[in-house]
């Protein structure tokens, strides 16, 4: 079993910047953010594997860069340009290599106002 703590959301104005982190319990392959706004289901924001091989949302690429620390069992999301459609509460998610089960934070929002 992994654990996810989430760290660093908070309120900013549109063209702002933020950084999220998430720190692990353990090792795990796959780390990743998820955003979910009201309503709306929650959707993969960008993900960072152990080899480091990086995937990204279409409407975030060029504005948000994910990393992680291995030593520290930490990924980041550095959120910079943020608009108000970048709001949401932003879920860490762990994968192992099997994909077969998700492991997920407690969320952190994130607001944007314009």
């Known amino acids: 079993q992994v654990q996810l703590v989430e760290s660093g959301g908070g309120l900013v104005q549109a063209g702002g910047s933020l950084r999220l982190s998430c720190a692990a319990s353990g090792s795990i392959f796959s780390l990743g953010w998820y955003r979910q706004a009201p309503g709306k289901q929650r959707t993969l924001v960008a993900a960072?594997?152990?080899?480091?091989?990086?995937n990204y949302a279409e409407s975030v690429k060029g504005r948000f860069t994910i990393s992680r620390d291995k030593a520290k069992n930490t990924v980041y999301l550095q959120m910079n340009s943020l608009k108000p459609e970048d709001t949401g509460v932003y879920y860490c998610?762990?994968?192992?290599?099997?994909?077969?089960?998700?492991?997920w934070g407690q969320g952190t929002q994130v607001t944007v106002s314009s």
């Open positions: 998610n762990g994968r192992p290599a099997s994909g077969l089960f998700d492991y």
């Open positions: 960072i594997t152990w080899g480091y091989s990086t």
